[in-house]
């Protein structure tokens, strides 16, 4: 054994036995959301079912990485190291994500709006509900990212797992941290554009900040668009 494999953490050896879980996850998140969109009835149209699709495979895959990381059985950098593909997959993937689904909101009002006149309740609390999942959907995403670089991210770079230094200060015991610390300093990036009482000290995160600050403020840009544009609509 060479000296970087015993400075190794007792979980990192099980990180090759588990690199399929989270396409496992995505997959059935996916079959969810298809399985929930096949089983509405045939009067629903194509963008509603797509809608509902993509709200029920979004939050099962939140729900399942939250009930993941309370469980002793997945160490909380083992999860967020396998479930993170990178800083330009993740800004990616969250742009698609949310241009999809902020599109087919579009379409569905209008097609709402063309056939009857008014924006129904039932379609306006769909298009409410669709921006908020995507909104955290988004915001969700970045945390795994900014934990997988914080427990991962330096050891990559220098080597040493044990001495490598976080690119995050956390206030109190960073022995103590869990996903809803990440998920706290993700969603205020995404509510403020501000850290909170967080630093950065790492050049990659504070890129992947900047660029998730950006990304935030165009979409909450947008999603204040499409508000007026909604409840002008109403009127």
């Not at 709200?55 to 729900?63: G, Q, Y």
């Amino acid at each position: 054994m060479t000296s970087l494999d015993s400075q190794l953490p007792r979980s990192a050896p099980v990180l090759g036995r588990r690199h399929t879980g989270p396409h496992v996850r995505i997959l059935l998140c996916l079959l969810a959301g298809l399985l929930v969109a096949l089983a509405l009835p045939d009067s629903f149209r194509a963008t509603t079912r797509a809608l509902l699709g993509w709200n029920a495979s979004a939050l099962l895959f939140m729900a399942f990485t939250l009930g993941l990381s309370r469980s002793a059985r997945y160490p909380l950098r083992d999860l967020v190291s396998v479930s993170d593909q990178g800083r330009l997959f993740t800004l990616a993937a969250s742009v698609i994500a949310a241009a999809i689904s902020l599109a087919a909101v579009l379409i569905e009002l209008m097609l709402v709006k063309k056939d009857s006149g008014m924006l129904l309740p039932e379609h306006i609390a769909l298009t409410v509900a669709t921006v908020l999942t995507t909104w955290a959907f988004v915001h969700f995403k970045f945390a795994i990212h900014y934990a997988n670089q914080y427990f991962n991210g330096s050891a990559r770079e220098t080597g040493d797992l044990l001495n490598a230094e976080r690119g995050l200060d956390f206030p109190g015991d960073p022995q103590k941290l869990t996903l809803s610390d990440f998920l706290y300093f993700s969603f205020v990036i995404g509510l403020a554009n501000s850290t909170a009482d967080i630093s950065i000290h790492s050049r990659s995160i504070r890129i992947t900040a900047l660029c998730h600050g950006i990304y935030a403020f165009f979409f909450n840009m947008t999603v204040l668009g499409l508000t007026v544009s909604l409840v002008s609509g109403l009127f």
